[in-house]
C-alpha cells in the first residue's frame, strides 16, 4: 500500500482478495451491539454504538485516539467492568446471548471471548504452562496427554510450534516481542473461544513481526471471529473485510473495508482517510 498525498492508494494486494465483499455482509452474525453507551463517572465515552460483527471474518476499529474504539472492544467481553465508576447501557449479544446478563459467568465469557493486548503479556511461566493454563483452569483436559494436545495444536493453530518445540519448558518472557505475541494468542486459542478480540497487537512489534502477526490474523478468521482495534489504517485494509470508523466516542460509519477506503459515505470518514483530522 501506498500513501499518495496523505491519501491510501489500494492495491490488489491491500484487501483480501479471497473473499467477495458481499460475502462479508451475507455471512451470519456473531457479535450485535445496538445503542451501546458507557460513562465514566459524569464522563460519557460512547454515544450509542450499533453494529453487527460478521463470523469467520475481521472487522477492524479504526479512528483517532481517544475516539472510543478500545472502550468499545473492552465492553465486547466486560473488561470495563473492572475500571471503578465504568456504567455500560444498551445490549451486546454474543451469539443471542445477552453479554450483560446478570446471571452470565463472566469467566465463561471471557473464555468464549478471548483477547490480545497491545503489549505482550505472557505469564511468569514456561511457554507450555502459558497455553496450559486456560484448559487447565475451565477442566478442557482430562489427562496429560489432553493438555499435550490442546498445547501443541493452539502453538500450531498460532504459528509457533515449529519455533519453541524444543523450548517447551523455557519462559514464555524468553521470546520474542513477535514470538510472545503469538504465544499469547495460543493461549487466548486454548480455551476455544469463538471470538479474539485485538487490541493493537502490532503496535509495539517491529514491521517483520507485524507481517507474521497479520498473515496468522488471515489464517485465523477462518475459524474464529476476530475484532481488532488498529491505529494504522493500512493495517486495517490489508486484514479486514469489515471496518468501523469510529470518532469522539460515536459510530461515524462502518461496512466493506474497501467501499469504507475507496468510497465512504461520510465526510468525516473522508477525512480522516485522508489525513485531515487525526
Known amino acids: ?43 460519557q465515552a460512547l454515544f450509542g454504538i450499533s453494529i453487527d460483527i460478521p463470523d469467520r471474518a ?11 474504539k478500545s472502550t468499545f472492544l473492552r465492553c465486547i467481553n466486560r473488561m470495563n467492568d473492572t475500571i471503578e465508576g465504568a456504567r455500560v447501557g444498551g445490549s ?4 443471542g446471548d445477552d453479554v450483560y446478563d446478570p446471571n452470565l459467568d463472566v469467566v465463561e465469557l471471557r473464555a468464549r471471548v478471548g483477547m490480545v493486548f497491545q503489549k505482550p503479556n505472557p505469564f511468569p511461566k514456561s511457554i507450555y504452562e502459558n497455553v496450559a493454563y486456560g484448559p487447565k483452569i475451565h477442566g478442557l483436559a482430562r489427562s496429560r496427554t489432553d493438555l499435550d494436545e490442546i498445547v501443541v495444536s ?34 487466548a486459542i486454548a ?66 473495508t474497501e467501499d469504507i477506503f475507496t468510497n465512504p459515505e461520510h465526510k468525516q470518514t473522508q477525512d480522516y482517510i485522508m489525513g485531515r483530522i487525526g
Open 1 to 43: 500500500m501506498d500513501m499518495i498525498a496523505g491519501k491510501i492508494k489500494l492495491t490488489s494486494k491491500t484487501v483480501d482478495q479471497s473473499m467477495n465483499p458481499l460475502d462479508v455482509l451475507e455471512r451470519e452474525t456473531r457479535l450485535s451491539a445496538r445503542d451501546v453507551t458507557v460513562h465514566y463517572g459524569d464522563k
Open 58 to 68: 475481521v472487522t477492524s476499529f479504526i479512528g483517532p485516539s481517544g475516539c472510543g
Open 92 to 95: 451486546i449479544k454474543l451469539d
Open 154 to 187: 493452539s502453538l500450531r493453530k498460532a504459528g509457533l510450534f515449529e519455533e519453541v518445540k524444543d523450548r517447551l519448558n523455557e519462559p514464555g518472557t524468553s521470546l520474542s516481542g513477535g514470538q510472545q505475541q503469538r504465544l499469547c494468542i495460543a493461549r
Open 191 to 256: 480455551v476455544g473461544p469463538q471470538v479474539i478480540l485485538m487490541d493493537e497487537p502490532c503496535s509495539a512489534l517491529d514491521p517483520i513481526a507485524t507481517a507474521i502477526i497479520e498473515e496468522l490474523i488471515d489464517e485465523l478468521r477462518e475459524n474464529y471471529t476476530i475484532v481488532i482495534v488498529t491505529h494504522s489504517m493500512q493495517q486495517a485494509a490489508r486484514v479486514s473485510q469489515k471496518t468501523a470508523f469510529f470518532h469522539l466516542g460515536k459510530l461515524i460509519e462502518e461496512g466493506v
